[in-house]
T-cell receptor
């Protein structure tokens, strides 16, 4: 079974619109970490955020915000006032356990921001 | 350099040949990871190195795949007798500490492998 599901394969928005990228995860561990990465056309993944399972506070960083809800096993990512430079593939990922070595990635959501 | 460096950036090889992919981590990073990304897919964990500890090879898909790393320096991923299913982008990442949960990983730009 998929540990991380990103149901939205592709999203297109017009510049300045808000957009939310969904991420649903599955784990039996009580300690786990959730991540979002951005993969621009250059191919290099860029770390955006890490959140541990004990911290459900939502986080805002500039135009980016994240909504972590354990009750629905979701860790959604919202970009407000989207810009063309936001166009990329966004990956949600899960790391299980306190000493886990690897990340389970979702299949990614390709976001296209149309000028 | 400042980031994780991978070489070559692109590699085309004939089916059955061996290939070697190289990763130069960020200086001082003790942890190093290899991932595979097939077209349109997420990243698939292959192997993890942490300092001089035994590597976590649980993600290697077959015995045709192997990886080496000496200390905290360069790593090479070797694929023997390549198959067309091995075609993918191979991404390397490094991080400071014990692993991804404790700190963010920095990724290279990947090596695009095409097996014809």
């Amino acid at each position: 079974a998929q540990k991380v599901t990103q149901a939205q394969t592709e999203i297109s928005v017009v510049e300045k619109e808000d957009v939310t990228l969904d991420c649903v995860y599955e784990t039996r561990d009580t300690t786990y970490y959730l991540f979002w990465y951005k993969q621009p056309p250059s191919g290099e993944l860029v770390f955006l955020i890490r959140r541990n399972s004990f911290d459900e506070q939502n986080e805002i960083s500039g135009r980016y915000s994240w909504n972590f809800q354990k009750s629905t096993s979701s860790f959604n990512f919202t970009i407000t006032a989207s810009q063309v430079v936001d166009s990329a593939v966004y990956f949600c990922a899960l790391s299980e356990g306190a000493g886990a070595n690897n990340l389970f990635f979702g299949t990614g959501t390709r976001l296209t921001v149309i000028p | 350099g400042a980031g994780v460096s991978q070489s070559p950036s692109n590699k085309v090889t004939e089916k059955g040949k061996d290939v070697e992919l190289r990763c130069d981590p960020i200086s001082g990073h003790t942890a190093l990871y290899w991932y595979r990304q097939r077209l349109g897919q997420g990243l698939e964990f292959l192997i993890y190195f942490q300092g001089n500890s035994a590597p976590d090879k649980s993600g290697l898909p077959s015995d045709r795949f192997s990886a080496e790393r000496t200390g905290e320096s360069v790593s090479t991923l070797t694929i023997q007798r390549t198959q067309q299913e091995d075609s993918a982008v191979y991404l390397c990442a490094s991080s400071w500490d014990r692993g991804i949960p404790n700190t963010e990983a920095f990724f290279g730009q990947g090596t695009r492998l095409t097996v014809v």
